[in-house]
């Protein structure tokens, strides 16, 4: 059982991912986030992405790590 939930455990990242890039493609073209042209909600948009990025990073390099253990 272990053995397959190794294999597959990319998959606890990219259901999450999925789920989040649907929220922000949502918002950015159907409810028109960024059509406003206003800085802050560029800024916004720039953070979150750099947070969703550290975050994928992070769990990468703690998986990476657990499996070279």
Do not use: C, W
Request: aromatic share 12%; glycine share 6%.
């Amino acid at each position: 059982m272990k053995e397959k939930l190794k294999k597959f455990r990319f998959l606890l990242l990219l259901i999450p991912l999925g789920i989040v890039i649907r929220f922000v493609d949502q918002k950015v073209t159907q409810d028109g986030f960024l059509s406003t042209n206003a800085i802050s909600d560029h800024y916004l948009f720039i953070a979150g992405l750099v947070v969703i990025v550290i975050g994928l990073l992070a769990a990468i390099l703690y998986f990476d790590k657990q499996s070279n253990s």
